[in-house]
């Protein structure tokens, strides 16, 4: 646990939290949360999702090279294909120039179509929501209850496997259900030392003292290791010795293989494990604290979640810096210095330590279907067709929802679209509640919309959207007259009642998004859950992927134009980056908070006087600096918000 003075200040030893010393207490409580130094998380990846969700679709032979095609690009590749050489930025031309034999695949629509058209059909990515989400169900029911499962994005899974980990060191130690009678401590006895464990079959160790890949003959860093070695001596593979944060991790890693295990054979999809940046094809890695140093060391720190944008680039500037290693040299005091006391996350995080939580994500709370139309739409017979192509698309995620969640519904339609570069105009009206959901439930109001909004003013539309807000449960009495009535009754009828205000996560399709793009968003959600993205369905912004409104900060927050002519799969890829940089510019301020209010309370606590005692009145101008002093420090905000104002 991070030791923190009235002032911030860490007197924790160097990789402190990676070398701690396990008690009868840590193993036989259950509820130390990301504090526990027996936590186990691990990170499951499918391997080429896109690809790999074709090639059981269509039962291809796993080693033929096979690309998924979106239009005249490619979203996906799988290994076999990548052999040649193909990325998923390349044209379909450019990689059938690579590998002739290359097979093609491609969803458009909720259906395949022969010969889709760009012009009349827009891409759908529902099929690889289907099996997404079975793919985690499966994974949910072949491990234990106790295991927490948070879904990072269509493709990753983290898994915290701590409780049933705990539960089988019992089973297999069962004299370390109790402390011995002459424990000198009681429950903060030591334990004793471990067995040795066995790493065969259960996954890749990652090397505790790794050599550099620039420079093979450049020797370790003293900062490698995290146990205690006589001096002048480097910790290695060979002179590790176990611990029980070892044995931890061989039963989670155990506990994942059985999973990965079963998702192969039962569903046809191959993952990787535990290591993400160390992951290999089908397999998974363990990566032991006392191989997280020497695993950062040689790593650019700007890859780290936070560490990236105008912060990383303060921190490269300030401290000449450019790896893990590079920055391990600053100490606590430089970086609070110059980045302000709530930066001791950053020193914290370039060691390894992350107390973030794996948690289940709230429902979503909102749909979106998009199509950025080429030409533009000039004529009510076109404005029709794309509405029902959008309805269509909504009615099969309703549905679906709906078979997850039957008491689900929407709580209002919004229409919206763009001309030309103006920003995009939109218009909402209550959903009614249907029996029967398909497209023209959603296409009449739709079509309703868009007269009210478009007026009789010609117009030229580049992009057009539907999307669902307010999805929640629908409670006693909220279906409307329709309710009361038997099955024949199947006419949309008005929904009555009340429905509380929450905030909304949006369900993005892979086209939603016409101007810009950047880099894939990390999968790893910030330390704290946070509405940010598609939180108001009234904001004009929310209707296109091109920007989401935040409820925290009550502003709009668009992407830049200088992405214009992307693929339009890494423009959505692009907004959720700036939702997660955005994210972490609330994250700093919380944590700045976070750090204040404890140096708050632990300097009124020394100063509060004893009762009987004399006490001074503090000059109404020594308040006012008090005040001051006492104001969270923007030093690590700030750039995260001006990173988000982009």
Request: charged share 30%.
């Amino acid at each position: 646990m991070d030791r923190i003075t009235a002032k911030g200040k860490e007197k924790a030893t160097e990789h402190d939290d990676l070398n701690a010393v396990i008690t009868y207490r840590h193993l036989l409580t259950n509820k130390m949360g990301v504090l526990d130094p027996l936590r186990v998380v691990a990170l499951c990846d499918l391997d080429a999702f896109y690809a790999a969700a074709e090639q059981v679709r269509l039962n291809i032979d796993p080693e033929l090279p096979l690309a998924v095609q979106q239009w005249q690009g490619l979203i996906a590749v799988n290994y076999p294909a990548r052999k040649f050489g193909i990325t998923r930025m390349e044209t379909v031309t450019e990689a059938k120039k690579k590998c002739p034999e290359l097979v093609l695949e491609g969803e458009s629509e909720p259906g395949y179509w022969e010969d889709p058209n760009v012009n009349t059909h827009k891409v759908s990515l529902d099929h690889y929501r289907r099996e997404s989400m079975k793919i985690l169900n499966l994974h949910r029911e072949c491990m234990d209850p106790g295991v927490e499962v948070e879904k990072a994005s269509i493709d990753e899974a983290f898994f915290d496997f701590t409780v049933p980990v705990k539960q089988k060191i019992l089973e297999r130690y069962p004299h370390l259900s109790s402390p011995p009678p002459d424990a000198p401590l009681g429950l903060d006895t030591p334990l004793p030392p471990p067995s040795e464990v066995s790493w065969e079959g259960i996954g890749n160790l990652v090397p505790i003292n790794p050599k550099n890949p620039d420079d093979p003959n450049d020797p370790p860093l003293p900062e490698a290791s995290t146990s205690a070695q006589p001096s002048g001596q480097e910790e290695t593979d060979e002179t590790h010795v176990t611990t029980w944060q070892d044995i931890a991790l061989a039963i989670g890693a155990e506990l994942m293989m059985k999973s990965r295990m079963e998702v192969k054979q039962r569903l046809g999809y191959t993952t990787s494990a535990l290591v993400a940046s160390f992951k290999k094809r089908d397999q998974q890695s363990i990566l032991r604290n006392a191989a997280i140093p020497g695993f950062l060391r040689y790593m650019p720190f700007q890859k780290i979640r936070f560490l990236g944008g105008k912060l990383g680039d303060a921190l490269a500037d300030e401290f000449g810096a450019k790896t893990v290693g590079d920055v391990l040299t600053v100490s606590l005091d430089d970086m609070q210095r110059k980045f302000g006391e709530e930066s001791i996350w950053v020193y914290n995080i370039l060691r390894g330590i992350d107390h973030t939580e794996v948690k289940e994500k709230v429902a979503t709370k909102s749909m979106l279907a998009s199509k950025n139309v080429r030409p533009n739409i000039t004529k009510p017979t076109e404005v029709t067709h794309w509405l029902r192509v959008l309805a269509s698309e909504l009615s099969v995620r309703l549905i679906e929802a709906r078979e997850r969640t039957p008491a689900i519904w929407p709580k209002t339609l919004v229409l919206g679209f763009r001309q030309a570069f103006n920003s995009t105009k939109s218009k909402q009206a209550p959903f009614p509640f249907a029996k029967l959901i398909t497209p023209e439930v959603i296409l009449k109001p739709a079509e309703k919309l868009f007269k009210e909004l478009s007026g009789n003013a010609p117009y030229k539309i580049n992009n057009i959207s539907l999307s669902f807000h307010g999805l929640e449960m629908l409670e006693a009495g909220q279906k409307g007259i329709e309710g009361f009535f038997g099955s024949s009754s199947s006419k949309p009828l008005p929904t009555m009642g009340k429905r509380k205000q929450s905030n909304e996560d949006t369900v993005l399709s892979d086209e939603e998004e016409p101007e810009n793009s950047g880099e894939t968003a990390p999968s790893r959600p910030p330390p704290q859950p946070l509405p940010v993205a598609g939180s108001s369905s009234s904001s004009s912004a929310t209707n296109s992927v091109s920007a989401f409104h935040c409820d925290r900060c009550k502003r709009t927050i668009s992407l830049p134009k200088r992405y214009i002519g992307l693929p339009s799969d890494e423009k959505v890829e692009a907004l959720h980056k700036l939702e997660e940089e955005h994210a972490d510019f609330h994250v700093a301020q919380d944590l700045a908070r976070e750090v204040i209010d404890i140096s708050s309370e632990e300097e009124h606590k020394r100063k509060k006087p004893k009762l009987g005692g004399n006490t001074k009145s503090v000059p109404p101008n020594k308040k006012r600096a008090l005040a001051k002093t006492k104001k969270p420090p923007e030093e690590i905000a700030k750039y995260f918000s001006s990173s988000s104002k982009r």
